[in-house]
C-alpha cells in the first residue's frame, strides 16, 4: 500500500515543497551515471552520506545535511518525492515558506540524531530524505488528521484505490517504522533506516505542536474538521471516450 495523492491541494503555490523536489531531481541527475558503478556510487555515499561512526567522532557534521539529497536508486528518490508532493504542500500553507524549511531542516536532524544514537559505531552511510519527509508526515497527522489520503492497493493482479483518513494512514506508517526499526535495532549491512523514519516523525510531530496550540489546539480541528482549512478536491474516474470494439466470431 503506498499514497497516491490527498484530497486537499493547497491554496497558495507551495515554492519551498517544489525547491525541495527539484534540488533532489538535480542531485539524482547528478547521480544517474555513477549508480552503474558500485563502487563509484559507494565513495560518494561514503563520502556525503550520513556515517554514524564518523559523526560520533566528530566529523562529518555537514552530511546531516547531504545526505538528505542523496539517494540509493530511482524507486528511493520516486518514492520519497512521492510522499514529500502529497503532504508538504498543505503544511507549507500553514507554516509559511520560511518556517516550513527550518521545519523540514529540523526534523532532517531528528531522524540523523535518533538513527545516530542507536548505531553509534556503524560504517554504514545513511541516505535519503525520508527522515525529513517523515517530519512532514508527523506535523500532517496534527495539523490535518482526518484529511482524506487515497491510497493504491496492490496485491498481486488486483489494484484498487481506497480513501484513508490521513491518521489511519499516518499512524499504521509511523508503527511500522517503530516495529521493524526495533526488529533491526543495529542496521547492519544497510537496509531501510527504519528508526531514522521514526525520529523524523517525532521531530516533525514536536515542531508542529506549540503551532497547533497556538491555532487553538483541539478548538482548531473542530474549526477545521482535521482538514485543511479550505474547500476538499473531488476527483471522479471519467468514463473513457475511446469506442469499444467487441470481437466478432
Same mark, same amino acid.
Given at each position: 500500500m503506498f499514497p497516491i495523492r490527498d484530497h486537499n491541494p493547497s491554496e497558495r503555490t507551495p515554492y519551498v515543497t517544489y525547491g525541495l523536489i527539484a534540488a533532489n531531481l538535480i542531485v539524482f541527475l547528478m547521480m544517474l551515471p555513477l549508480y552503474a558503478n558500485d563502487a563509484v556510487a559507494g565513495r560518494v555515499f561514503m563520502q556525503y552520506g550520513l556515517v554514524p561512526l564518523r559523526v560520533m567522532n566528530g566529523d562529518g557534521f555537514e552530511t546531516v545535511l547531504t545526505s538528505m539529497f542523496l539517494h540509493g536508486g530511482f524507486m528511493h528518490f520516486a518514492g520519497n518525492m512521492l510522499f514529500l508532493w502529497i503532504f508538504g504542500d498543505n503544511l507549507e500553507d500553514v507554516l509559511g515558506h520560511v518556517? +516550513? /524549511?527550518? +521545519?523540514? $531542516?529540523?526534523?532532517? $536532524?531528528? /531522524?540523523?540524531? $535518533?538513527?545516530? $544514537?542507536?548505531?553509534?559505531t556503524s560504517m554504514v552511510p545513511m541516505v535519503g530524505a525520508s527522515g525529513a519527509i517523515a517530519g512532514v508526515m508527523g506535523g500532517y497527522l496534527l495539523l490535518f488528521p482526518r484529511a482524506r489520503v487515497d491510497v493504491l492497493f496492490i496485491f498481486v493482479v488486483i489494484f484498487k484505490v481506497f480513501p484513508f483518513p490521513a491518521w489511519l494512514m499516518l499512524l499504521l506508517w509511523f508503527g511500522l517504522q517503530v516495529v521493524n526499526g526495533a526488529l533491526n535495532w543495529s542496521q547492519m549491512g544497510g537496509g531501510v533506516a527504519y528508526l531514522a523514519h521514526a525520529g523524523g516523525f517525532i521531530a516533525g510531530f514536536l515542531f508542529v505542536l506549540p503551532i497547533w496550540k497556538g491555532l487553538g489546539g483541539q478548538d482548531f480541528w473542530s474549526r477545521t474538521d482535521g482538514h485543511p482549512d479550505h474547500p476538499e478536491a473531488r476527483y471522479k474516474i471519467t468514463k473513457s471516450t475511446i469506442p469499444v470494439v467487441r470481437k466478432r466470431r
Open positions: 518556517r +516550513f /524549511a527550518v +521545519f523540514y $531542516l529540523v526534523s532532517g $536532524l531528528g /531522524a540523523a540524531l $535518533l538513527q545516530v $544514537l542507536a548505531d553509534t
